[in-house]
T-cell receptor, first 113, second 114 residues
Framework: DAKTTQPNSMESNEEEPVHLPCNHS???????IHWYRQLPSQGPEYVIH???SNVNNRMASLAIAEDRKSSTLILHRATLRDAAVYYC??????????????FGEGTQLTVNP | GAVVSQHPSRVICKSGTSVKIECRSL??????MFWYRQFPKQSLMLMAT?????????EQGVEKDKFLINHASLTLSTLTVTSAHPEDSSFYIC??????????FGPGTRLLVL
């Protein structure tokens, strides 16, 4: 599995935008970039995913570099409920069966009131 | 997003007993279900992958005779921790998926073995 690199932790203030970076220099052509987040004592929650183009949904935006070797998850206005560990994961969509997710250490986001 | 449930949410058992954890996909048919384990302050570690109607594939270092997985239907998978010991105390999380679709996670089951 291609690996991702994320900062261990980041801090933000409430109602400010947050940019969470992820490096994935060994990404392959069939790897989608997935973001999940995990709140304390809960299972991971799907946030967003993309392949090449930037993506937006109600939770966040995903900006993907042109060479696909890095991406950034953007939370437009952080709230206290966004405090979580954010995982950037590459998933090979070339497999026909449900393909595995390999979790790294993720980024612990702290949101200050 | 899709809903995946787990039962029980937490369980306390005595050493040597077996514990069964259920994982259900409530609003879609999951051809594949995954079981993860998470120790405090650590990331999720994949234990096994199960496809409906076939035997589970276990990750290296995970004992298949200790962690029994059954995926008898497209909406239900069970993980049985046999002869549980204190070192098996952990947060067990399942996820469910269809081919080429997003993987959705359950809320997790916290197991404490005394």
């Amino acid at each position: 599995d291609a690996k991702t690199t994320q900062p261990n932790s980041m801090e933000s203030n409430e109602e400010e935008p947050v940019h969470l970076p992820c490096n994935h220099s060994t990404i392959s052509g069939t790897d989608y970039i997935h973001w999940y987040r995990q709140l304390p004592s809960q299972g991971p929650e799907y946030v967003i995913h993309g392949l090449t183009s930037n993506v937006n949904n109600r939770m966040a935006s995903l900006a993907i570099a042109e060479d696909r070797k890095s991406s950034t998850l953007i939370l437009h206005r952080a709230t206290l409920r966004d405090a979580a560990v954010y995982y950037c994961i590459l998933r090979d969509e070339g497999e026909t069966s449900g393909s595995r997710l390999t979790f790294g250490e993720g980024t612990q986001l702290t949101v200050n009131p | 997003g899709a809903v995946v449930s787990q039962h029980p949410s937490r369980v306390i058992c005595k050493s040597g007993t077996s514990v069964k954890i259920e994982c259900r996909s409530l609003d879609f048919q999951a051809t594949t279900m995954f079981w993860y384990r998470q120790f405090p302050k650590q990331s999720l570690m994949l234990m096994a992958t199960s496809n409906e109607g076939s035997k589970a594939t276990y990750e290296q270092g995970v004992e298949k005779d200790k962690f029994l997985i059954n995926h008898a239907s497209l909406t239900l998978s069970t993980l049985t921790v046999t002869s549980a010991h204190p070192e098996d105390s952990s947060f067990y999380i399942c996820s469910a998926s269809q081919p080429f679709r997003t993987q959705y996670f359950g809320p997790g089951t916290r197991l404490l073995v005394l």
